[in-house]
């Protein structure tokens, strides 16, 4: 797997997974999770290049899952695709080791931009 998207909306993974094929991620392995209980349920097992999660989920929030991915010590590059605009936000997430945030609605421009650094540009 390549990248775990984490999203408690189906329509959302869907999207994402759009704009990661038009940002030229074409071959990439997707793999997804509902929430952040069920993703690090899937960390344990799989190790993907990057995690792209929401903030906003049930169960588990984005935010609590990033937590929880480092205190585990893992060290997997986290990014945010979020409707969360506001800079306490952002500097929370960069703070606990995010690697970048994506304001939704985003383009495919913005996936690029952002993935590029962590899995080189396609």
Same mark, same amino acid.
């Given at each position: 797997?390549?990248?775990?998207?984490?999203?408690?909306?189906?329509?959302?993974?869907?999207?994402?997974?759009r704009?990661?094929?038009?940002?030229?991620?074409?071959?990439?392995?997707?793999?997804?999770?509902?929430?952040?209980?069920?993703?690090?349920?899937?960390l344990?097992?799989?190790?993907?290049?990057?995690?792209?999660?929401?903030?906003?989920?049930?169960?588990?929030?984005?935010?609590?899952?990033l937590?929880?991915?480092?205190?585990?010590?893992? =060290?997997? $590059? +986290?990014?945010?695709?979020?409707?969360?605009?506001?800079? &306490?936000?952002?500097d929370m @997430?960069?703070?606990?080791?995010?690697?970048?945030?994506i =304001?939704? $609605? +985003?383009?495919?421009?913005?996936?690029?931009?952002?993935? &590029?650094?962590?899995?080189? @540009?396609?």
């Amino acid at each position: 797997m390549d990248i775990l998207l984490v999203d408690d909306s189906k329509t959302m993974r869907m999207l994402v997974q759009r704009a990661l094929r038009q940002a030229g991620y074409r071959d990439l392995v997707v793999g997804e999770a509902e929430n952040g209980a069920d993703a690090l349920e899937k960390l344990s097992s799989v190790r993907p290049k990057l995690v792209l999660s929401d903030w906003n989920m049930p169960v588990m929030s984005g935010i609590d899952f990033l937590r929880k991915v480092r205190e585990g010590k893992n =060290t997997v $590059p +986290f990014g945010f695709i979020t409707s969360e605009a506001s800079k &306490e936000i952002k500097d929370m @997430a960069m703070g606990e080791g995010a690697s970048f945030l994506i =304001t939704k $609605p +985003f383009s495919p421009e913005q996936v690029q931009d952002a993935l &590029e650094p962590i899995l080189g @540009a396609r």
